[in-house]
C-alpha cells in the first residue's frame, strides 16, 4: 500500500497561484498513474488532473485546462499540481490519489480506478 502525503495547499487570493505536492513513498518503482481529485463542502468529489507513468499522458478536468498543469518527478517520488488563476470556485480539499494502473482512467472522475489516498490539503481562494 502506497503512502501519499498532500501539501501545498493554504489560502490565496482569486487569480493568484499554488504549488501542490504529493510525496508518494512506494511510487518507485511500480510508478502507477496518480490524480489529483478535490472536494468542496457539500459537493461531490471530482477529479482534476492525472498523470501517467512514465508520465507522457496527462488529463484534466475542463475546469482545471490552461490553468493547471500536472508533473511528476519519479527520482523525487513526488507529483505536483501547479495551480494558476485560482478562483473562489477552485476552494476545496485537494487529493492525490495513486492507481495499481499506470495509465489514467478513461473518465477522471473515477474514484474507484485509485485505491491509495492520502489525506489531503486545503485550498481556499478567498479575497
Known amino acids: 500500500q502506497l503512502q501519499l502525503v498532500e501539501s501545498g495547499g493554504g489560502l490565496v487570493q482569486p487569480g493568484g497561484s499554488l504549488r501542490l505536492s504529493c510525496v508518494a513513498s512506494?511510487?518507485?518503482?511500480?510508478?502507477?498513474?496518480v490524480g489529483w481529485f478535490r472536494q468542496a463542502p457539500g459537493k461531490e468529489r471530482e477529479g482534476v488532473a492525472c498523470?501517467?507513468?512514465?508520465?507522457?499522458?496527462?488529463d484534466y478536468a475542463d475546469s482545471a485546462k490552461n490553468r493547471f498543469t500536472i508533473s511528476r518527478d519519479n527520482a523525487k517520488d513526488t507529483v505536483y499540481l501547479e495551480m494558476n488563476s485560482l478562483k473562489p470556485d477552485d476552494t476545496a480539499i485537494y487529493y492525490c490519489?495513486?492507481?495499481?494502473?499506470?495509465?489514467?482512467?478513461?473518465?477522471?472522475?473515477?474514484?474507484?480506478?485509485?485505491?491509495?489516498w492520502g489525506p489531503g490539503t486545503q485550498v481556499t481562494v478567498s479575497s
Open positions: 512506494g511510487l518507485n518503482p511500480n510508478y502507477p498513474a
Open positions: 490519489p495513486a492507481s495499481k494502473w499506470r495509465l489514467c482512467p478513461p473518465n477522471l472522475n473515477s474514484s474507484d480506478y485509485f485505491n491509495s
Open positions: 498523470i501517467s507513468s512514465p508520465g507522457v499522458y496527462t
